[in-house]
């Protein structure tokens, strides 16, 4: 029950910037828990990455807001998703099988 449950929580994560701002510590802590579950959570992050606008080469404007914003908020959400994600691998209960 728990897992499945993890896993819909999961799922409704769908973006950088609510991995960086609500649900690292979440996602830390989860990675810390086992083996499996930083697979399923970095699969997961994969996945969200590669899906979100902030992410694309050219992002498209959302927003009215000027390039140099949007390159900022681009940058902004790297840095803080890099900084998240080598933290999963830090709490990961097996580093060592991740690499």
């Given at each position: 029950e728990e897992v499945s449950r993890g896993m819909s929580y999961?799922?409704?994560?769908?973006?950088?910037?609510?991995?960086?701002?609500k649900y690292c510590n979440l996602l830390l802590y989860t990675c810390g828990?086992?083996?499996?579950?930083?697979?399923?959570?970095?699969?997961?992050?994969?996945?969200?990455h590669d899906k979100d606008y902030l992410c694309a080469p050219f992002p498209?404007?959302?927003?009215?807001?000027?390039?140099?914003?949007?390159n900022l908020l681009r940058v902004a959400n790297m840095d803080s998703f890099v900084e998240c994600g080598i933290g999963l691998f830090f709490e990961?209960?097996?580093?060592?099988?991740?690499?």
């Open positions: 999961l799922k409704r994560i769908d973006s950088i910037s609510e991995i960086t701002t828990s086992s083996i499996d579950a930083t697979r399923i959570v970095v699969k997961h992050l994969t996945e969200v498209p404007s959302v927003y009215t807001l000027n390039e140099e914003t949007e990961s209960a097996s580093k060592t099988k991740l690499n």
